[in-house]
């Protein structure tokens, strides 16, 4: 009914997975007909997987089975702008600084998406003058008194005419991973109404908006066309010709030494001739090298093993200088004038390998990751007039790079930013958080981190493991950035999905919650923690209140309803077994409270502070908790 009178053929009820599935047609006779394996992201459309897109077939003649043959459904038009609005006090709970610090208006979304706004009004009474500045205009020093300032994972938003285009790659949040204008018109203990339009373009609908200091806060569940896709219509994305299909890029040696030549390989399969070409550079900081270029071949020679095998090979022998990092990417075209590109972001997101001569010992795992010194130059100078100020401290960009495993396994796109918490967090990578394409998961995971633990955290960890309580996977490994020396360090799988779906049967179905502090903070980053989360509704009954002190890790979810039931529960200390057992696994959780006690972990919930703490409410609806960070466990930073 949606989609209008369509012919539908088959009996198929149910709806395909997100995260890729195998789908088989067959015939009456029950014979193959046609099959796909579809993937979640990587070389796979990223916006088919949940963010509002159906996967599309570009051309009949193309093989279905390759990733290339398919792209994302255009659903940008299909949403229409409407006008949301929110009533509230302005009571200025919190000050810090100026006043163009704190009286601002902020913009978030829950996780990575793209919605238009437009028309932003904060007025008093609803009929009042706007408080807001500049709110057509694009702020790039650092300030949002100009305009509109983006940073963090929002850094790619931009301005389009009088439409404000809001794009997060990530969780917002309420540091400075989101978008900010002043308004200075604000006055405390007056009512006001903020007004805007938005319209959803594709991924998260859950639209965070709050003033500084979250006295006016809302999230608003922006609407979602509900004929997405383009069932018996033409495929949006379809093309008049095939397209020359990539797949499959690889180089060799992974880790070249200068006496090495490196070989590109690419698999292409196309239906019209083609014509496949490499692209090359050593990049620098300032990101500016031009592209190089030159034709792969399928003929035998040049490096080419084989003649007419499908493998398209060129040689690389300009890079020989130990240290040196290449980026590189490939086109191939037919000639009915369609391209496929790998990677598939071709020059934003390229393929990188680094030359060098140093011998790695064996006795542990090896991980190596290719940072280009552009990337690696955002980290440090990210708060500067050269980056506009996008990428402060606390960023959660996420930067490409190339994982190589054992010197061997290689994985291109891979995405990495720094971690650690608003006290510990610098502009290195001493510790971080990094992902792979969904379809090409390294042992199972797609999200993993990497810490400079002491052996704290691991034997809170290991203890608890034998208290029979789920906890995270580590590993130490030899650690290798670029060309840098290697070193020990942990591999530790994060609290996610991931290990949710490892531990428990359909485990990311489940609730997750991060426990922390929630810092405000000024224009020039200085911050302090004002709210806290503890084991009562000390903010009110309002859900928006817990969004950053108990933030939500289970994605696009707003749901906080058993959390507030929880807490509402155990407040006042007026309750009994019974009543806790409806909403704990007490064993578990008491086992981990027990394991932080004697272990004298002083900076975690358990112990009053407010964070290193998972609260996770199981499929059967009983909350317990998982253990992250226990570096003061027995003495390790005894205050």
Not at 35 to 46: I, K, L, N
Not at 163 to 175: F, M, P, V, W, Y
Not at 436 to 446: A, C, E, I, V, Y
Request: aromatic residues 10%.
């Amino acid at each position: 009914s949606i989609h209008g009178n369509i012919n539908v053929l088959g009996n198929f009820s149910g709806k395909l997975s997100n995260g890729g599935e195998m789908l088989r047609l067959l015939d009456t006779r029950g014979n193959l007909v046609n099959e796909v394996d579809y993937q979640a992201g990587g070389d796979w459309p990223e916006l088919a997987h949940g963010r509002g897109s159906s996967l599309e077939l570009i051309h009949p003649d193309m093989d279905n089975r390759l990733s290339s043959a398919w792209a994302a459904s255009n659903e940008a038009d299909k949403s229409k702008a409407r006008t949301y609005s929110h009533k509230g006090i302005y009571t200025e709970q919190y000050t810090m600084g100026d006043p163009s610090d704190f009286k601002e208006l902020h913009f978030f979304l829950n996780t990575s998406g793209h919605v238009i706004i437009s028309d932003v009004e904060l007025r008093k009474d609803g009929t009042g003058p706007n408080v807001l500045a500049n709110t057509t205009k694009v702020a790039l020093n650092g300030k949002s008194d100009s305009g509109w300032l983006w940073q963090g994972n929002h850094w790619a938003s931009r301005m389009e005419g009088n439409q404000l285009h809001l794009l997060s790659e990530g969780h917002g949040d309420n540091r400075v991973n989101r978008l900010e204008i002043d308004a200075p018109g604000l006055v405390k203990s007056n009512a006001y109404e903020l007004k805007f339009s938005a319209r959803w373009v594709d991924g998260c609908h859950l639209l965070v908006a709050h003033t500084w200091d979250w006295s006016i806060a809302k999230v608003f569940t922006l609407d979602v066309p509900a004929n997405l896709g383009t069932p018996g219509k033409p495929n949006s994305r379809a093309v008049g010709s095939p397209a020359a299909q990539a797949e499959e890029l690889s180089h060799y040696p992974p880790v070249p030494r200068s006496t090495d030549t490196v070989k590109v390989t690419v698999r292409v399969k196309s239906v019209l001739p083609a014509t496949v070409t490499l692209f090359h550079r050593a990049p620098t900081a300032d990101g500016q090298t031009p592209w190089q270029s030159k034709p792969m071949a399928d003929n035998g020679t040049g490096g080419d093993d084989v003649a007419g095998d499908g493998v398209y090979s060129a040689l690389l022998p300009e890079y020989k200088a130990n240290g040196q990092i290449v980026e590189f990417y490939m086109r191939a075209q037919s000639s009915g004038g369609t391209a496929s590109i790998l990677p598939r972001e071709g020059p934003v997101r390229p393929a990188l390998f680094i030359v060098d001569n140093q011998n790695l010992p064996k006795d542990l795992r090896s991980q190596r990751f290719v940072i280009s010194p552009a990337d690696l130059d955002a980290f440090t100078n990210g708060n500067t007039n050269k980056y506009n100020f996008r990428f402060p401290r606390l960023s959660n960009r996420y930067y490409n790079m190339t994982f190589i495993s054992n010197e061997r396994d290689i994985y291109y796109n891979a995405r990495v930013h720094p971690a650690g918490s608003s006290f510990t967090r610098d502009l290195t990578l001493n510790r971080a958080k990094w992902k792979l394409p969904l379809d090409r998961t390294f042992r199972g995971h797609s999200k993993l981190s990497w810490d400079n633990n002491d052996f704290n955290t691991r034997l809170a960890r290991w203890m608890l493991y034998h208290l029979g309580h789920p906890v995270n996977e580590s590993e130490w490994v030899r650690h290798v950035l670029n060309a840098s020396p290697s070193v020990l360090q942990e591999d530790v799988e994060p609290i996610g999905g991931d290990f949710l779906n490892r531990i428990f049967r359909h485990g990311s179905h489940g609730s997750l919650y991060r426990t922390t502090y929630m810092f405000f903070y000024k224009d020039n980053g200085e911050g302090n923690s004002i709210r806290n989360s503890t084991l009562a509704l000390n903010y009110g009954n309002d859900p928006i209140d817990y969004k950053i002190v108990w933030g939500s890790r289970t994605v696009g979810a707003n749901d906080y309803g058993p959390l507030m039931d929880m807490l509402r529960t155990v407040e006042g200390n007026q309750f009994d077994e019974t009543g806790l057992r409806r909403h704990m696994d007490l064993e578990m959780m008491l086992k981990n409270w027990a394991l932080r006690g004697y272990s004298k972990d002083s900076d975690c919930f358990s112990m009053g502070t407010s964070h290193n703490c998972f609260f996770y409410r199981k499929p059967d609806g009983k909350f317990m908790n998982i253990l992250w960070d226990a570096d003061f466990a027995f003495g390790g930073f005894d205050p």
